[in-house]
């Protein structure tokens, strides 16, 4: 999961220096909701809800 978020924030600075801003907002809330859904899935783990055995 880590890594398409790395890949989606190289996109999205990628097509933000070539001037594509759709392309580049795109991919940043690909990013941004990636990262929503770790930190929920860490929370849910650090509190106990979910067990990783």
Known sequence: MFEW???LLVVA????LLGLNTL????MTGAKILIGL?????LLVL???IAIA
């Open 5 to 7: 978020i790395l890949i």
């Open 13 to 16: 600075a990628v097509a933000g």
């Open 24 to 27: 580049s907002g795109l991919a």
């Open 38 to 42: 770790v930190l929920v899935v860490f």
């Open 47 to 49: 509190l106990g809800v």
